[in-house]
């Protein structure tokens, strides 16, 4: 395969952008090599700028649900644009957008639109202050949660702490009002309600943390958080950019049926366009401007063209058996994987929910980040490298999950499963190569 192209282009990129891209995961720091330029994509394949051809497990991160260049949703864009891209002013798409997200939606009743998932879970943050006049925010390591000042955090040493930020540029002020607890702990949600009584805001979490490898919680251990947060006067916040409309049209609101207090939305909502949104009760709703005191507001926000994407995206979601579709094509590929090597000693492990894949290089159950193994992402490494000279495109970092849209196809699965076969093979002969 070759790559002389990509490699011109990241390096013209290199003096354009910080690292050669424009969002950090892609410069492909954590498997080596060069990032490969994507030229097009159609369905479930993509074709990079030196003609190579992939099928594609990225999907955008999360938002192509249909594949790529759908053609339901082309149209509905282009349909879009011949009548202006935006206006500032309100337009009728962005009442069909809501109408298609409330009204098979019982778990929240207005809705707020941003320009993507990080503003509209910075939105909802303030929003769980101001209504609740409460300061401090508790978050679970292992959930992302967008690039906003008081959610780059991560834990200290300790099963509560406060954050640490995971980035340089945020005032220690500021994560000092971030409390962080590992997933899937009980004790710590006790004792944080415990230490900081009548001062959290909100819990926030990924209900399908999917962001730092595909840490399934329990319906239990969500459940608990919403007896928790009621018992204390706290707001359950479901962050779910990633897991809205991925797993079911209600998310995993609907799927584990818990009402939170507040969600959020981006990703397939936007139909490939960047969109986000926050929504929640009337009630609750009512604290956002110009209905009321927290203030929050948008340029593009409920942009027509991207409204048009989302309403054409979530439209074609809205089929009979959309969703049970994808789940038995993501089980039917992992498990092929599986049974290749179902005689041999195990050595990786698959985490599947919905359309949604992961895999570790463990074999132990991991349900927080820290029973993520950093020197197993050496394996992945390799899993990566064989996979793309096969022509599989997987997001490059073994924390990332992977996608499987409407657009891919059983003969294209049966190509990624053998191509997966070979390529874990690779990787489990370099397991037993003496150091
Ligand atoms: C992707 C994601 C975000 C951030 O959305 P952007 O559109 O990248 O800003 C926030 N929360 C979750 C759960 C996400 O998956």
């Given amino acids: 395969m070759k790559r002389t192209v990509s490699e011109q282009l990241f390096a013209k990129a290199k ?15 954590s498997v080596g090599g060069t990032p490969i330029f994507i030229e097009r994509g159609n369905g479930a394949q993509v074709h990079d700028a030196d003609g190579n051809i ?7 991160w999360g938002p192509l649900i249909l594949g790529h260049n759908n053609a339901r949703v082309r ?5 879009a644009v011949q009548l202006g891209t935006s206006f500032g002013a309100p337009t009728r798409k962005e009442n069909e957008l809501a109408e298609l997200i409330l009204g098979f939606n019982k778990y929240i009743q207005k809705i707020r639109f941003t320009s993507s998932g990080t503003e ?14 409460r300061v401090k925010i508790l978050k679970f390591e292992g959930c992302y949660h967008g690039h906003s000042d008081s959610l780059l955090v991560k834990a200290g040493s300790g099963l509560v702490t406060f954050g640490e930020t995971s980035s340089a540029g945020i005032p220690e002020s500021f994560v000092k009002e971030t409390i962080v607890v590992p997933l899937n702990n009980k004790e710590a949600i006790i004792q944080a309600f415990a230490q900081f009584k009548d001062q959290i805001a909100c819990v926030i979490i990924e209900p399908i943390p999917a962001n730092n490898g595909l840490l399934l919680q329990t319906k239990e251990f969500l459940q608990f958080l919403r007896e928790q947060c009621t018992a204390n006067g706290t707001l359950l916040f479901f962050d779910e950019v990633i897991s809205g409309f991925r797993v079911c049209f209600c998310g995993a609101a609907g799927l584990y049926n818990i009402q ?8 397939i909502i936007g139909g490939g366009l960047p969109v986000g949104a926050y929504g929640a009760s009337n009630e609750i709703m009512a604290s956002i401007s110009p209905d009321g005191p927290v203030y929050q507001a948008g340029t593009l926000s409920g942009n027509p063209v991207a409204m048009s994407a989302g309403i054409a995206q979530l439209t074609e979601c809205l089929k009979p058996n ?13 498990n092929k994987i599986k049974d290749a090597f179902a005689h041999e000693t195990p050595f990786f492990t698959f985490y599947t929910i919905g359309s949604i894949f992961w895999i570790a290089f463990s074999t132990t159950p991991i349900t927080t980040a820290e029973a993520i193994d950093a020197d197993s992402m050496k394996h992945f490494r390799i899993l990566h490298a ?19 849209s409407e657009a891919h196809t059983y003969p ?11 390529a874990l093979h690779v990787v489990k002969a370099n397991m037993q190569q003496p150091a």
């Avoid at 509209?120 to 006049?133: E, F, K, N, Q």
């Avoid at 789940?327 to 039917?332: C, F, I, L, Q, S």
């Fill in 386 to 404: 064989e996979l793309i000279n096969r022509g599989i495109y997987i997001g490059p970092s073994g924390y990332e999950v992977g996608f499987i």
């Fill in 75 to 79: 149209n509905s864009i282009i349909d």
């Fill in 15 to 29: 003096t354009y952008f910080p690292g050669g891209v424009n969002s950090p995961v892609r410069a492909f720091k």
């Fill in 54 to 60: 992939y099928i594609d497990y990225c999907c955008s």
């Fill in 322 to 334: 959309f969703y049970a579709d994808l789940e038995t094509k993501t089980n039917y590929m992992v």
């Fill in 120 to 133: 509209a879970v910075m939105s909802g943050i303030r929003l769980a202050r101001g209504y609740t006049g």
């Fill in 260 to 267: 939170p207090d507040i969600i959020t939305y981006g990703k």
């Fill in 412 to 422: 294209q699965l049966d190509e990624t499963v053998t191509a997966f076969v070979e």
